[in-house]
């Protein structure tokens, strides 16, 4: 066996690999044996088929199988061993020959390679980095009180219906014929629950205001929600195609107000929002709030300065130079349904993920990092925090979020971003004691107009 490779240019890789036949007829000689034992060839007994028969049904078979096996092997133990920075995976080249599978003579095989392009990517005290502390203040806090007010509340029965209040109403739909009057055969529904305030016409909206208990509201479902058969079938307990056929006027017999009424800032909200007993006061409470949202800007402001890292890196690197050809024949090799066209079109940002993530990895080896178990365990528990906290949910007992987590890393598709969200982590805390960090006190609103500009 005979291996080489070149890339006069340094990034368009040529690899030639020569087998002999002593290289894999050994390992093919092996693999037909097996295959004489299992054969079931008519007017033979099992495992007595002669091997000549064998060799004429499966030899060439087997040998393109076992040579193609022994060629991937060596292909990527030789990149392993000669540290060839390989992008993608080796595809034929346009320089291979016809070859003979038939004969004896050595089969000589050449792949195109495309490597990554050499630079350096150092950081140090001497790389001054924006670090942005996003501020919490009064306003921020109040929304937060507000929000968790909101989700605490409850509904008290009312006279009359405000539209301000986001009131509730039941009541009792019966549709109306052309004249007017309750239509023989026609749709009936006790107990319809509608919030006009979410009607999407003023006209309609407005026909409830001020109604009261008992009051009965001529109106149309149809013309209320125009754009939305949904609406309006699960309004009317109908399939969605029957829409159509109920476009008149309905009655709503107004059997029900109910108002929202948010809960107040009081022990029983402490106890509901952040456990029993773990919150004695108001002022306990706005701090915990405080602290809470501290951690979660934390989160962001290290998201952002991982972002102005990039940006930093990228420019002291300057453009990388990359066998764009190749990694063309690549992507669309990966990308066979979507065609040339879809790799035009995504190339360029293809190109710009690839050098970041170059960047990136000599960034890591650099600062030696390593994910542990435990890492991907605190990423998956984060996760699952930030998911039960988009639903009001911020005092999960750790037990729950260990089983949720664990949950989470049983299954192979959430495992690969939780590594790379680890990494992440762990880059970024690191390269804060390396680089000179700028900090900057930042309103919330200025930041998000920076991300926006990102």
């Given at each position: 066996?005979?291996?080489?490779?070149?890339?006069?240019?340094?990034?368009?890789?040529?690899?030639?690999?020569?087998?002999?036949?002593?290289?894999?007829?050994?390992?093919?000689?092996?693999t037909l044996?097996?295959?004489?034992?299992?054969?079931?060839?008519?007017?033979f007994?099992?495992?007595?088929?002669?091997?000549?028969?064998?060799?004429r049904?499966?030899?060439?078979?087997?040998?393109?199988?076992?040579?193609?096996?022994?060629?991937?092997?060596?292909?990527?133990?030789?990149?392993?061993e000669?540290n060839i920075?390989?992008?993608?995976?080796?595809?034929?080249?346009?320089?291979?020959?016809?070859?003979?599978?038939?004969?004896?003579?050595?089969?000589?095989?050449?792949?195109?390679?495309a490597?990554?392009?050499?630079?350096?990517a150092?950081?140090?005290?001497?790389?001054?980095?924006?670090?942005?502390?996003?501020?919490?203040?009064d306003?921020?806090?109040?929304?937060?009180?507000e929000?968790?007010?909101?989700?605490?509340?409850?509904?008290?029965?009312?006279?009359?219906?405000?539209?301000?209040?986001?009131?509730?109403?039941?009541?009792?739909?019966?549709?109306?014929?052309?004249?007017?009057?309750?239509k023989?055969?026609?749709?009936?529904?006790?107990?319809?629950?509608?919030?006009?305030?979410?009607?999407?016409?003023?006209?309609?909206?407005?026909?409830?205001?001020?109604?009261?208990?008992?009051?009965?509201?001529?109106?149309?479902?149809?013309?209320?929600?125009?754009?939305?058969?949904?609406?309006v079938?699960?309004?009317?307990?109908?399939?969605?195609?029957d829409v159509?056929?109920?476009?008149?006027?309905?009655?709503?017999?107004?059997?029900e107000?109910?108002?929202?009424?948010?809960?107040?800032?009081?022990?029983?909200?402490?106890?509901?929002?952040?456990?029993?007993?773990?919150?004695?006061?108001e002022?306990?409470f706005?701090?915990?709030?405080?602290?809470?949202?501290?951690?979660?800007?934390?989160s962001?402001?290290?998201?952002?300065?991982?972002l102005?890292?990039?940006?930093?890196?990228?420019?002291?690197?300057?453009?990388?130079?990359?066998?764009?050809?190749?990694?063309?024949?690549?992507?669309?090799?990966?990308?066979?349904d979507k065609?040339?066209?879809?790799?035009?079109?995504?190339?360029?940002a293809?190109?710009?993920?690839l050098?970041?993530h170059?960047?990136k990895?000599?960034?890591v080896?650099a600062?030696?990092?390593?994910?542990?178990?435990?890492?991907?365990?605190?990423?998956?528990?984060?996760?699952?925090?930030?998911?039960?906290?988009?639903?009001?949910?911020?005092?999960?007992?750790?037990?729950?979020?260990?089983?949720?987590?664990a949950?989470?890393?049983?299954k192979?598709?959430?495992?690969?971003?939780?590594?790379?969200?680890?990494?992440?982590?762990?880059l970024?805390?690191?390269?804060?004691?390396?680089?000179k960090?700028?900090?900057?006190?930042?309103?919330?609103?200025?930041?998000?107009?920076?991300l926006?500009?990102?």
């Amino acid at each position: 066996m005979n291996i080489s490779f070149e890339a006069p240019d340094k990034i368009n890789g040529l690899m030639t690999i020569t087998l002999e036949k002593d290289d894999y007829q050994g390992e093919v000689e092996k693999t037909l044996k097996d295959y004489r034992k299992r054969a079931n060839v008519p007017g033979f007994r099992p495992g007595m088929t002669p091997m000549g028969l064998i060799k004429r049904q499966y030899g060439a078979a087997v040998k393109v199988d076992v040579v193609n096996k022994m060629l991937g092997e060596k292909l990527y133990e030789y990149v392993r061993e000669n540290n060839i920075q390989m992008l993608g995976e080796p595809l034929p080249s346009d320089k291979q020959e016809t070859l003979d599978f038939e004969g004896d003579a050595p089969l000589t095989f050449k792949f195109d390679i495309a490597v990554a392009p050499e630079f350096e990517a150092k950081l140090s005290g001497k790389d001054k980095i924006d670090y942005y502390n996003i501020t919490v203040d009064d306003k921020l806090i109040d929304q937060q009180v507000e929000m968790y007010q909101q989700r605490a509340g409850h509904y008290d029965k009312v006279e009359s219906y405000d539209a301000e209040q986001r009131d509730m109403l039941k009541g009792d739909l019966r549709e109306l014929d052309a004249d007017g009057n309750v239509k023989e055969g026609g749709i009936t529904v006790a107990d319809a629950v509608l919030m006009p305030q979410y009607m999407k016409v003023d006209d309609q909206k407005k026909l409830f205001d001020g109604a009261k208990l008992g009051d009965i509201i001529t109106w149309n479902p149809r013309k209320a929600y125009p754009e939305s058969d949904v609406e309006v079938s699960s309004l009317l307990k109908i399939q969605k195609e029957d829409v159509k056929d109920h476009e008149g006027d309905f009655t709503y017999q107004i059997t029900e107000i109910s108002r929202y009424v948010k809960a107040e800032v009081n022990q029983q909200l402490f106890d509901q929002t952040f456990g029993e007993g773990n919150v004695k006061d108001e002022k306990e409470f706005r701090q915990k709030i405080s602290d809470m949202i501290s951690q979660q800007f934390k989160s962001d402001s290290d998201y952002k300065f991982l972002l102005d890292i990039r940006k930093h890196m990228e420019k002291k690197v300057g453009k990388l130079e990359f066998p764009e050809a190749l990694l063309k024949r690549v992507m669309l090799n990966n990308n066979k349904d979507k065609g040339e066209k879809f790799v035009e079109e995504n190339f360029e940002a293809s190109i710009k993920e690839l050098g970041w993530h170059l960047i990136k990895e000599q960034l890591v080896a650099a600062q030696e990092i390593k994910v542990e178990d435990n890492d991907l365990k605190n990423v998956a528990k984060e996760a699952a925090r930030a998911q039960f906290a988009q639903y009001g949910m911020s005092n999960v007992p750790d037990e729950y979020l260990e089983n949720y987590a664990a949950e989470m890393l049983k299954k192979r598709e959430n495992v690969d971003g939780l590594v790379d969200r680890a990494v992440d982590v762990k880059l970024t805390e690191a390269l804060k004691g390396v680089v000179k960090l700028n900090e900057k006190d930042v309103t919330l609103e200025d930041f998000q107009k920076m991300l926006q500009e990102k």
